[in-house]
């Protein structure tokens, strides 16, 4: 990041209400920017947004569903945003099978909306449209995918992703092009499995395990053979504040999809991150989770990002480890827990981040086939 960048820079972020929106809007008011975040209520109880304090520090938080056209481009001409930075979104795997028509209508639809909306507002610049590592056609075997992949999903998560992303490409190349009237730098970023402090959603590891290691129990998991590219949450926010800057400085050079994966060592099975999480909390393996032998709906067992093209031209590398970065989720919720200020600790471990030094190319580069991790 380039310091002074953010400084009054007017910035519209859907999704400011959930655990990574939080995060994202913590850090750009700490930079000096003006936030002014879309999104509907809180998503859970307890939730980061409201434990931060977030309604207090942001330039505004408006309550609105991007599936609502009209009032999402009010709000966005009423701001006049420099950068737009999408990130609302039906964000969780197995919900998508309980609600399709939901998950499609949010991130195909929502999607479509905020592109729609920004054709009208021309204080914009660039827009970042976040999706997800899901987003790729998925065949389990192979080398690690690549931004050059093509777009794919057998659930409705993972599929409604890769919608999302043919709808970027198709307004960012009908819309938003060098030679068009309102030329806007449109990108688009995939990120891992992005794990952090406050974050309580239903059907995602950490907040079931914390959950479970508050309450003295041990958690059922699905797919503990499973293995995903695990990441702090404030690896691809870095990502994308980096690739917004080079975006306002190059304009149309990096309109494109991105990667921002973890290093290879850090794709790990979901039983092997439930074991590490048990020994930062102090419990027993055997107390922390159990496997779930009921039938669930197939999901994809493994899955892995390249992120050689991010290290090359952005020059952008992870800097935790899984484990640094779960040492450092335990000590937050158990901070939290014991009375500190949520905002306080999300700052902390924003400096933290930012005072680490980038993991050695070599490291954070190498990729292996994708498979089960050791």
């Known amino acids: 990041m380039t310091s002074g960048f953010w400084k009054a820079r007017r910035v519209f972020l859907t999704g400011h209400t959930g655990f990574k929106g939080s995060w994202l809007?913590?850090?750009?008011?700490?930079?000096?920017?003006?936030?002014?975040?879309?999104?509907?209520?809180?998503?859970?109880?307890p939730s980061i947004f409201e434990s931060a304090g977030l309604a207090n520090v942001l330039d505004g938080t408006m309550v609105g569903d991007i599936r609502d056209l009209g009032q999402l481009t009010r709000a966005m001409a009423d701001v006049k945003p420099d950068v737009v930075v999408h990130l609302a979104a039906q964000a969780i795997v197995f919900s998508s099978f309980e609600d399709p028509v939901?998950?499609?209508g949010s991130n195909v639809m929502g999607t479509v909306n905020v592109l729609e909306s920004a054709r009208h507002v021309d204080t914009i610049r660039?827009?970042?449209i976040v999706t997800s590592d899901k987003c790729y056609e998925n065949s389990e075997v192979g080398p690690p995918r690549s931004e050059s992949d093509a777009m794919g999903?057998?659930?409705?998560?993972?599929a409604s992703k890769g919608c999302a992303e043919l709808v970027t490409h198709a307004y960012r190349s009908s819309f938003f092009?060098?030679?068009e009237q309102h030329p806007v730098t449109v990108m688009s970023a995939r990120a891992g499995n992005v794990i952090g402090g406050g974050d309580f959603a239903r059907y995602r590891l950490i907040p079931d395990l914390v959950r479970g290691a508050r309450e003295g129990r041990p958690v059922m998991i699905r797919n503990p053979a499973a293995t995903r590219p695990w990441q702090h949450v404030l690896e691809p926010l870095s990502g994308y504040l980096t690739l917004i800057e080079r975006a306002w400085e190059h304009a149309g050079g990096v309109a494109e999809g991105w990667n921002f994966g973890p290093a290879a060592d850090d794709v790990r099975e979901v039983g092997w991150v439930a074991d590490r999480f048990a020994d930062c909390w102090g419990i027993a393996r055997n107390e922390a989770w159990r496997k779930d032998s009921r039938s669930f709906p197939t999901e994809k067992l493994t899955l892995q990002l390249d992120s050689t093209k991010v290290a090359a031209r952005l020059g952008w590398q992870p800097r935790w480890t899984i484990e640094q970065t779960l040492n450092r989720v335990v000590d937050w919720y158990k901070r939290e827990a014991e009375g500190f200020n949520a905002h306080n600790l999300i700052i902390e471990q924003i400096e933290d981040y930012v005072n680490s030094a980038p993991r050695a190319a070599a490291d954070a580069t190498q990729h292996t086939s994708i498979g089960p991790a050791s």
């Open 25 to 45: 809007a913590l850090w750009l008011k700490h930079v000096g920017a003006q936030v002014f975040g879309y999104s509907l209520p809180p998503p859970t109880t």
């Open 102 to 104: 939901g998950t499609f």
């Open 126 to 128: 660039t827009m970042l």
């Open 153 to 158: 999903g057998d659930d409705p998560y993972s």
């Open 177 to 179: 092009g060098a030679g």
